[in-house]
């Protein structure tokens, strides 16, 4: 029973990771860069779920609220700190997205204080079956995570604006030729993105309610593994590594021996496969024509 | 047949499951300019990459002067002396056009130096500069790019490029060199010149040619021997004129 | 960069450097022009810890206000400098020599362990006198110019091992953070204090991990909880355990626990008994620590009150009140005294019978070892909700 | 004779000069006792910074691969060095010169072992490519991070950190600057020889350059493990400069800070990663100094607009113009022909082709075959 409590854990923190991860996916396949600031983006969604219960004291509408934030701050961040240098080299924009990060970490701290805050999301307890106990939020994150991933792999593949998407991610050059409006493709990749890390904002305040100027860092960043681990650019391969690291830390964490190498753990398990698969288990291999 | 420098047996390839090259025999004999046609998607291209060691064939032998190379790494291949330019140029683009032919020239055993030669800077490191700065320039004498020698390479225009990207291959002494079109993208005047160009070195450094090219009037100027290839398969082999002449060749070309 | 813009960078930069360093001469007392008497402090400002690093420095900042408006001492004010470590050692040097030029006379050390291992040791070459508030590991006052307002952690450790060998527990779970030296410290003394027929069942968590249902889940069956932690991650362990584990259970905590009720709405959503072993409750309804809770919620958020901050204000005063007695012993302190010499007047205080009662304790003395001597009282949170 | 003055390229030896003279120059203040603890602490720091960058660079900006882990490298030489010293500092004490003894031995452990690691990272180097490489070095330097964390008190110091010997101030930063030269000196020498050209052809191309006879291999894991080197011995005067070592110092955090250096420094210009190093290290100094209580906040914010103005300013494609206009160099040499260069001047900064992978969104679970045609659409 523990076993499959732990795994059930698991799932849910792997399907955190993979929401996260997907927003890194799509903004890497689209525009080509690693948005170093993304985990940033699902701290500010945690504050603006905040502000809202807060205010108003709903959960739901402290999603959307957050959710539309972050849509609109992601288009902003887009526009200002990464549209002024399309076409310069990667690593110029790799250092924006650095900048962009410490940017809105400082900025949070400055507007909301250096103490964090708890924010109990919602009060759900637990679903006992037999001697299996779950929490309710861990089915809420699965299910969400569910239904996020497989709208997103239908908006993707079935409509016009996704099928832009995917010749955008193929050719830049070619998608514009055809008329797709490739500045527009981006934003609208930018502002899912972004949509996607509130929706990770709020799963990971309903686990844990503490919430401070830093909670996006290192989730971010396992999230970004988590991409890698299931090949960068695909967004099943996302769904994958993502599921696949939150049960490699739940597992590690119950092994009081192994317990504090746990992140070590994790990384160690995307080397591991990086060697074995050089672009990750779901990832396109291309091969440069010779 | 004392002369044969490369030899090929039964040579085949496939990607999941699609033969993109099979049965392929090749014999080129010592200081002959040999030429590969065939409409595109042949293997030509296939064929250079698996001669240079950039695909591993899935059947069949490569011989090399005798020696079997036949799955060996690219830098092993090129030491054992084979030498190519490749279809869509690949210069060292942030370097000048002398530097390029300095590259060619690295591995080159009169030019040994080693790491430690050269971060202590050791008398070894200043002779062994001039002397590949000496031979680079006299390179880029045979192809014509003397002049030329410390511009960005990038800045080049096309034909340059491609002479360029001959000499880089001249540089690293090859027995056998490839020449994945080399006249593409060229004007009648330039391609004129190339032909000299390969000619003069055949005979300067007592060189074997195997190129692949398009361009009918330079193949059959140029080449000694010709093999049209098709759906990966050897369609005909013989001079150019019996080769280009056969048939099959024809309908392939024109689509009969 | 393009090579010429940077060139002229390089010579600005230059030129700043150069006057930088001139700026202040080598071996002049920096001291000399003080109008004031400057306490330093560095701390986490920014960054993961900054919540204590600001609560240091605002409480200080609250004494060094009420001293001044009371007059000084004897007249001269008093001036605070919090410069920002963020929790990382190697920051610690520039903030150091920075205050030392500029004037620092005494100073409360660093708000936390890591940085203090660095400070303790660059104060000891210059002799300069601390006394932290909260920087708390066994090794901080290694010399004789370090003194603690805190406990040592090996000190709690113990303490809280003794605590629960009375209970007469036969299991008992730990949920403590790895690579945070307070946590690890406190928690390797109470493993060597504790009974040796008392089975611990052992939880960690690292960096700023914010999600424990793993070690909640193994710890569920445990009916006391050792938890050597700060408040912030024992708040998220709470709330996340609260129906998970069993709700006569107990968490038992160190002075880190301080200010876990400010962190609730209503703390009575957590079933089980919290209590801590500590020198401040910041719940407290009476006393000086009521007062000082007044003041500072007047001042300052109150989601930055915690023990920290107390423990700081308590510092202020501490080093006023002695300087004030060293004065009316007879020794001379001039606003200009340079840090050195204050430090040997400090020590003689310190190191002497003086005595300081305030918001974390009252006659509070210290050991030779720089150690705080002061009574360390079970608070109870919160008891268990009735069923 | 003369005509042998005269061939010496001065242009290679002017950053030796401005290091050694800023040597000399801050030395003699330092043995005066005219220099304060905060400009010696500071100083310490630029070098360490130095010699990080410039090492950082032959690996990013010459060899053309993105690496995240350089921190990992320095923990490694800091920790090992740091023990080094802990260990021989007892033994050798009343040997004459034995401290000395001890710092060049821990420079020796500390960077050889952390060109260890540099072979075994540089390994997957190899293999990898681009941001995977990137991703994996981060991931290294995570690892190395975490192991060192929680090792026990008695050989690394777990999370209280490794108690270390401090050198004597006013003569560290000598030593750092002269390591700083030597680390010039074995970069600059290595880059422009026969040896450099090949790093960067495989930069440039690397299909072409196996095809031309480079052994990519040995010159990957060359790069790997002399730039790792480097990061050991600044990890090492990092624990000499430091009385504690603590691993959360070496997060990925410092691996990116270092990286901004070489970045803004610009690709493949050495000259350039000293002074942006150097820049670098002295601005966040500052702000860190000057910001103090209420006004630490803006710390961070300053130095991320100051990050994001730079970086946009320098590399925007729309501000080029303006950037010609006042771009002093061409203002001052009207003749400049971008067409022709000097044999030892080629461009380094509009560089790599590598850093990126060109990978395409996919929804499709099932993995393309990695050998499936890449024939097949080629014009043969």
């Known amino acids: 029973m523990e076993f499959i409590e732990t795994l059930l854990n698991g799932l849910s923190i792997g399907s955190t990771y993979a929401v996260i991860a997907l927003g890194y996916t799509m903004v890497y396949g689209i525009a080509k860069m690693l948005n170093f600031a993304h985990g940033d983006v699902i701290m500010v969604g945690g504050y603006m779920i905040y502000l809202t219960m807060a205010g108003i004291g709903n959960p739901i509408l402290g999603l959307a609220v957050a959710v539309l934030f972050c849509v609109v701050l992601g288009i902003s961040i887009e526009k200002v700190a990464y549209k002024p240098l399309r076409g310069a080299s990667p690593l110029a924009v790799l250092i924006t997205a650095i900048g962009v990060s410490y940017l809105l970490q400082s900025t949070a701290q400055i507007i909301f204080g250096s103490a964090p805050k708890m924010v109990i999301v919602a009060d759900l307890g637990n679903l006992t079956i037999g001697s299996l106990t779950v929490p309710y939020y861990m089915l809420i994150t699965l299910g969400c995570s569910v239904v996020i991933m497989l709208t997103l792999s239908l908006f993707v593949k079935y409509t016009k604006t996704g099928r832009a998407m995917i010749a955008v991610s193929e050719d830049k050059g070619a998608a514009q030729l055809m008329g797709i409006n490739v500045n527009a493709i981006i934003t609208i990749t930018f502002a899912i993105g972004s949509g996607l890390a509130a929706f990770a904002g709020f799963f990971m305040l309903m686990k844990s309610p503490s919430l401070s100027n830093t909670l996006g860092a290192m989730p971010g960043i396992k999230a970004f593994t988590a991409a890698v681990i299931g090949g960068i650019g695909s967004i099943p391969g996302a769904m994958v590594g993502g599921i696949l690291m939150g049960i490699v830390e739940a597992l590690s964490l119950t092994v009081p021996a192994i317990a504090p190498y746990t992140d070590a753990i994790e990384f160690l398990v995307l080397i591991v496969i990086l060697l074995v698969r050089p672009s990750g288990i779901l990832g396109k291999v291309r091969r440069e024509k010779v | 047949m004392a002369d044969i420098i490369l030899k090929t047996e039964n040579l085949g390839i496939s990607f999941g499951g699609l033969k993109a090259v099979s049965e392929v025999n090749l014999e080129i004999k010592k200081k002959q300019l040999y030429g590969l046609v065939g409409p595109n998607g042949a293997g030509k291209t296939t064929i250079f990459n698996i001669l240079t060691g950039v695909y591993k064939p899935t059947t069949g ?101 491609r002479k360029l990207e001959i000499a880089r291959a001249l540089a690293t002494n090859p027995k056998l060199l490839l020449l994945d079109e080399p006249a593409a993208g060229m004007n009648p005047n330039e391609t004129a010149e190339l032909m000299t160009i390969v000619r003069r070195i055949r005979d300067e450094f007592d060189m074997t040619v195997l190129l692949i090219e398009h361009d009918m009037k330079f193949v059959s100027g140029l080449c000694d021997e010709v093999t049209v290839l098709n759906f990966g398969t050897v369609l005909a082999q013989g001079t150019a004129e019996q080769a280009l002449n056969d048939p099959e060749v024809i309908r392939a070309y024109i689509g009969g | 960069m393009k090579s010429m813009f940077k060139k002229a960078l390089a010579l600005v930069l230059a030129i700043a450097m150069l006057a930088t360093f001139a700026a202040c001469g080598g071996t002049t007392s920096y001291t000399a022009n003080n109008t004031e008497f400057v306490i330093g402090v560095s701390g986490p400002l920014t960054g993961a810890a900054a919540v204590y690093g600001v609560a240091v420095k605002n409480s200080a900042q609250m004494a060094v206000d009420e001293i ?79 003194y603690q307002m805190c406990f040592a952690d090996g000190n709690q450790g113990k303490v809280a091992a003794d605590y629960v060998n009375g209970l007469g527990l036969k299991e008992i779970g730990v949920f403590y953070k790895s690579d945070d030296p307070y946590s ?81 709405d209503d703390f009575s959503v957590i079933p089980q008994e919290v209590s801590m072993l500590s020198h401040f409750d910041s719940n407290a309804t009476e006393g000086a620590a009521a007062d000082f809770i007044k003041k500072y919620t007047e001042k300052y958020d109150a989601e930055t009150l915690n023990q920290f901050g107390a423990s700081a204000y308590d510092c202020v005063y501490a080093i006023f009140n002695a300087m004030k007695a060293a004065i009316d012993a007879g020794t001379e302190i001039d606003v200009t005294i340079s840090a050195s010499d204050l430090c040997d007047i400090l020590k003689g205080q310190f190191g002497g019978d003086f005595s300081y009662s305030g918001v974390t304790g009252t006659d509070i003395k210290w050991q030779a070892n720089g150690y705080v001597a002061k009574g360390a009282i079970k608070y109870v949170l919160k008891t268990a909700n009735e069923e | 004779m003369a005509n042998k003055l005269t061939n010496i390229k001065w242009k290679h030896y002017v950053n030796y000069i401005a290091v050694a003279i800023v040597t000399v120059v801050f030395g003699a203040l330092a043995f005066a006792g005219a220099l304060p603890s905060s400009a010696l602490y500071l100083l310490e720091k630029i070098a360490i910074s130095i010699i990080l960058a410039v090492s950082l660079s032959m690996v990013v900006g010459f060899l053309g691969e993105l690496s995240l ?67 994996v070095t981060l991931a290294f330097g995570e690892i190395v991070r975490s192991v060192f964390m929680n090792t026990s008190s008695e050989s690394f110091g777990g999370a209280l950190g490794l108690s270390t010997p401090r050198y004597n ?73 430091n009385y504690n070592v603590q691993s959360s110092k070496f997060s990925y955090n410092y691996s990116i800070e270092i990286l901004v250096m070489v970045v803004l420094g610009g690709m493949g210009s050495i000259n350039g990663s000293i002074i942006a190093a150097t820049l670098i290290t002295y601005l966040d100094n500052t702000l860190q100094t ?69 990978e395409i969104l996919s929804v499709d679970v099932q993995p393309q075959m990695s050998t499936l045609d890449p024939d097949k659409k080629e014009g043969v």
Not at chain 2, 94 to 107: A, P, W
Not at chain 4, 97 to 119: C, D, P, T
Not at chain 4, 211 to 240: D, Q, R
Request: charged share 20%.
């Open chain 2, 61 to 161: 032998k490569v011989f090399l002067d005798g020696e079997d190379i036949t799955g060996k790494t690219q830098m092993v291949i090129n030491h054992k002396g084979i030498a190519r330019t490749f279809q869509n140029i690949r210069l060292f683009n942030n370097m000048t056009v002398i530097r390029n032919v300095l590259v060619g020239l690295h591995d080159q055993p009169e030019f040994k130096c080693s790491l430690i030669d050269s971060m202590l800077r050791l008398p070894r490191h200043f002779k062994v500069e001039k002397a590949m700065r000496a031979k680079a320039k006299e390179i880029l004498r045979v192809v014509g790019l003397e002049e030329e020698r410390n511009f960005l390479s990038c800045n080049l225009p096309y034909g340059k490029q």
């Open chain 3, 68 to 146: 001044n408006a009371a007059g000084g001492l004897n007249g001269v004010k008093f001036k605070l400098v919090a410069t920002d470590d963020v929790h990382d050692p190697t920051k610690v040097a520039a903030n150091y020599a920075s205050m030392l030029e500029g004037g620092m006379q005494v100073s409360l050390g660093t708000v936390t362990t890591g940085p203090g291992l660095e400070y303790s040791k660059l104060s000891v070459e210059d002799n300069v006198f601390f006394l932290t508030p909260s920087a708390s590991g066994d090794k901080i006052p290694e010399f004789d110019n370090g």
């Open chain 3, 184 to 264: 690890d410290g406190i928690y390797k003394q109470f493993k060597e204090a504790i009974n040796a027929d008392i089975k611990i069942t052992e939880t960690v968590f690292t960096g700023e991990a914010s999600d424990f249902s793993t070690q909640i889940n193994t710890l569920k069956d445990c009916k006391f909880i050792f938890m050597p932690i700060y408040y912030q991650p024992a708040s998220v362990f709470m709330n996340q355990a609260k129906d998970i584990i069993a709700k006569d259970a107990v968490y038992y905590g160190c002075d880190g626990f301080d200010g876990l009720a400010g962190q609730f």
């Open chain 4, 69 to 135: 882990g350089h921190a990992g490298f320095m923990c490694v030489g800091a920790y090992l060095g740091g023990k080094a010293s802990v260990i021989l500092e007892p033994m050798l004490k009343g040997v004459p010169a034995g401290k000395e003894i001890a710092l060049v031995i821990s420079l020796i452990v500390g960077g050889v072992v952390a060109a260890l690691f540099g072979i075994v990272i540089g390994l997957p180097a190899l293999r990898l490519k681009g941001d995977y490489l990137a991703i």
């Open chain 4, 169 to 241: 101030k006013s003569i560290l930063f000598i030593i750092a600057f002269v390591l700083v030269l030597v680390c010039l000196a074995v970069t600059q020498n290595l880059i422009r020889s026969k040896h450099g050209r090949a790093i960067t052809a495989i930069r440039d191309n690397e299909i072409a350059a196996r095809a031309t006879g480079i052994n990519v291999t040995k010159y990957k894991l060359a790069v790997f493990t002399i730039s790792s080197l480097f990061a050991g011995v600044a990890g090492v005067l990092y624990s000499y400069s």
């Open chain 4, 290 to 358: 000057v910001l103090t209580g209420d006004l630490a906040v803006l710390q961070d914010l300053l130095y991320a607009l100051i990050l994001i103005v730079i970086v946009i300013y320098n590399n925007a494609p729309a501000l080029k113009n303006f950037r010609d206009r006042f771009n002093l160099q061409s203002v001052l040499k009207r003749k400049f022909d971008p067409n022709h260069q000097h044999d030892d001047e080629a461009k380094w900064d509009r560089v790599p082709t590598k850093i990126a992978m060109n």
